[in-house]
């Protein structure tokens, strides 16, 4: 089937700083790709969908400026997490399909982000 | 978008039949049931969907109720690697293509 992949798979930073993670469809194009975030414990919570070409579009409560989302390509969305601080640390997790149509998402291996 | 109802975990013995129910009494007409699985540390997986007839594939059967209130995803022979949490998911492929995730079931199974 259809691979979606992420990197880095963890990842550590200090607060303050900035994380980009990416996420990859490796045999299809995708022009739109999903994130979500994921606390222990808990479900996937929706927090933007990637439109490549243009603005992603975000969820209600979900800060742009903090969560950046570019998709410059058919085949990568990327999301920064700017000024990172320890209640940003969670599992972040992209999504997408071969096709607007197609009945299956596939979904990346997900990014565990630790900040301290 | 619609909500579905689940059970917030189940258990079951290694080689047993696994039913895990999903209720979604707000179900419109052209919501698909789609159901996926988590398994620790990853992203979700596809397992099945359906619209109205019950459905078969390698991984599960998904059964629908005739009024399609709920559903009733069926793993035939549980083993180890199928302990997860499983979705059970609305989508409308005519207006959203995004998924939502509800709390999930999460399945233990013993050996």
């Known amino acids: 089937g259809a691979v979606v992949s992420q990197h880095p798979s963890r990842v550590i930073c200090k607060s303050g700083t900035s994380v980009k993670i990416e996420c990859r469809s490796l045999d299809f194009q995708a022009t739109t790709m999903f994130w979500y975030r994921q606390f222990p414990k808990q479900s996937l919570m929706l927090m933007a969908t990637s439109n490549e070409g243009s603005k992603a579009t975000y969820e209600q409560g979900v800060e742009k400026d903090k969560f950046l989302i570019n998709h410059a390509s058919l085949t990568l969305s990327t999301l920064t997490v700017t000024s990172a601080h320890p209640e940003d640390s969670s599992f972040y997790i992209c999504s997408a399909r071969p096709g607007a149509l197609a009945t299956e998402a596939f979904f990346g291996q997900g990014t565990r982000l630790t900040v301290v | 978008d619609a909500k579905t109802t689940q059970p917030n975990s189940m258990e079951s013995n290694e080689e047993e039949p696994v039913h895990l129910p999903c209720n979604h009494s707000?179900?419109?007409?052209?919501?698909?049931i789609h159901w996926y699985r988590q398994l620790p540390s990853q992203g979700p997986e596809y397992v099945i969907h359906?619209?109205?007839s019950n459905v078969n594939n390698r991984m599960a059967s998904l059964a629908i109720a005739e009024d399609r209130k709920s559903s009733t995803l069926i793993l035939h022979r549980a083993t180890l690697r199928d302990a997860a949490v499983y979705y059970c998911i609305l989508r409308d492929v005519g207006y959203t293509d995004k998924l939502i995730f509800g709390t999930g079931t999460r399945l233990q199974v013993f050996p």
């Open positions: 707000t179900i419109s007409g052209t919501d698909y």
């Open positions: 359906g619209l109205t």
